[in-house]
């Protein structure tokens, strides 16, 4: 079984520019997670869908930050514009369903703003 | 708002020693609990997912317990080994299913 795939695993940007990551979950997974890891802490929720729908974006920098997924399969999620403190592992993650299920996570994009 | 705390930061343990990570979380109302390990510049693993129902799990070497009352829960490793040597990370699911990551025990067994 493939596992959750991310595109791509490193970039470095100046601030104020901005930058795209892609995530697809595995195949069959209705829930779909992004989470911000800042280097020596543990991973921090951004967004959450079930399928094509938000279920929790209460952490997402919206002001910044935007997040989608079109046909409920694949992800993207945007920074606009980058700020130093955006420096970090940018984690998708994805379960059967809600709850009680395992979420299995991809290898991260790291990214630094520089 | 759930918290959860990981004790210690770090560890560094003899090959072949057993050992315990530890893990405290604020709201006992959790709906699952979920040790992970993290290897440098990857991704997390699943190791052991913990129903709120359950006390413990366990996998070849690896044994994770719950106490929900006390807010506590323990990931024992038996015999570690150098491979074991990572970053594990708890977390906790609360009612509203997202996971609380605490910070993480950095784990180095030593040939």
């Known amino acids: 079984e493939a596992g959750v795939a991310q595109s791509p695993r490193y970039k470095i940007i100046e601030k104020r520019q901005s930058v795209a990551f892609w995530c697809n979950p595995i195949s069959g997974h209705a829930t779909l997670y992004w989470y911000q890891q800042i280097l020596g802490q543990g991973p921090k929720l951004l967004i959450q869908?079930?399928?094509?729908?938000?279920?929790?974006d209460s952490q997402l920098p919206k002001d910044r930050f935007s997040a989608e997924r079109l046909k409920g399969v694949d992800s993207t999620l945007k920074i606009q514009p980058a700020k130093l403190e955006d420096s970090a592992v940018y984690l998708c993650?994805?379960?059967?369903?809600?709850?009680?299920?395992?979420?299995?996570f991809g290898p991260g994009t790291r990214l630094t703003v520089t | 708002k759930q918290e959860v705390t990981q004790i210690p930061a770090a560890l560094s343990v003899p090959e072949g020693e057993n050992l315990v990570l530890n893990c405290s979380f604020t709201d006992s109302a959790i709906y699952n609990l979920q040790w992970f390990r993290q290897d440098p510049g990857k991704g997390l693993t699943s190791l052991l997912l913990?129903?709120?129902?359950?006390r413990e799990q366990t996998s070849g070497r690896l044994n994770a317990s719950l106490d929900k009352s006390s807010g506590r829960s323990t990931l024992y490793i038996a015999a570690s080994q150098p491979g074991d040597s990572a970053t594990y990370l708890c977390?906790?699911?609360?009612?509203?299913?997202?996971?609380?990551f605490g910070s993480g025990t950095q784990l180095t067994v030593l040939p």
């Open positions: 869908f079930q399928n094509n729908g938000v279920v929790d």
């Open positions: 977390a906790a699911s609360g009612s509203a299913r997202q996971l609380t």
């Open positions: 913990i129903q709120s129902s359950q």
């Open positions: 993650a994805s379960s059967f369903l809600l709850g009680a299920y395992e979420q299995y």
